[in-house]
């Protein structure tokens, strides 16, 4: 049985940081940070390959860092100058995503 843990968000001020944590059941390939705001589609945020190879949404460029350690099963996501639009529920999935593989993921909220 597939199984992804998020961990790690919270509530922050905005220029704040978080670092997620995902551990999942097993190794994966392609992975990818998710996040669904209120009212909103889910949309990918991060993803990285089974070789560190890693892509981002344009309006997270420069600012959230997705890594992988193989040897733990986890997937981390470093999140820096959070603003007040990141806020949402940060799921992670493999990539492409899998529906039966979503967890319960871990709620980020930018606020002053």
């Known amino acids: 049985q597939v199984n992804f843990v998020e961990s790690g968000g919270g509530l922050v001020q905005p220029g704040g940081s978080l670092r997620l944590s995902c551990t999942a059941s097993?190794?994966?390939?392609?992975m990818g940070w998710y996040r669904q705001a209120p009212g909103k589609q889910r949309e990918l945020v991060a993803g990285?390959?089974?070789?560190?190879?890693?892509d981002y949404t344009d309006s997270v460029k420069g600012r959230f860092t997705i890594s992988r350690d193989n040897a733990k099963n986890t997937l981390y996501l470093q999140m820096n100058s959070l603003k007040p639009e990141d806020t949402a529920v940060y799921y992670c999935?493999?990539?492409?995503?899998?529906?039966?593989?979503w967890g319960q993921g871990t709620q980020v909220t930018v606020r002053s």
């Open positions: 999935n493999t990539r492409p995503s899998i529906s039966n593989y």
């Open positions: 097993g190794r994966f390939y392609g």
């Open positions: 990285i390959t089974s070789g560190s190879i890693t």
